[in-house]
């Protein structure tokens, strides 16, 4: 079992090959994105760890969607004042398949299988 881990949108995730995953939007992104914010990677013998990224390491993923989220309710209330205040908020969000997985020297350390990726 191969993994990385990446860090995105101010969050950190542990990727692994054909993995979907679901992450903060990102602003102009094509059909392949490149993280080259790589903490760790590994499998279940060998442990890649960086102070704090790994120099030339890298993952490239696939763009599946960008939506939004369902909507969150903010309803402030203050008691006896006749004061409501009803909000919603829907945060936006990538779809991305982790495609490859590199590692410091630029070669493939995992790779996903070649299959097609159905959205709803």
Known sequence: MTFAV???GGKQYKVKASEILKIERLKDAKDKIEFNNVLAYGDD??????????KG?????????????????????????????????????????????????GSIFAESSKE????K
Do not use: C
């Not at 097609?116 to 959205?119: G, N």
């Open 116 to 119: 097609k990726v159905k959205t």
């Open 57 to 105: 390491a890298k993952v490239e993923a696939e763009l599946i969607k960008n939506g939004k989220n369902r909507t969150v309710l903010i309803f402030k209330k203050r008691r006896r004042q006749n004061s409501r205040r009803k909000n919603g908020h829907r945060q936006q969000y990538s779809l991305i398949k982790i495609s490859k997985i590199f590692n410091k020297d």
């Open 45 to 54: 013998k060998n442990l890649e760890v960086g102070a704090p990224f790994i």
């Open 6 to 8: 990446i860090q995105t």
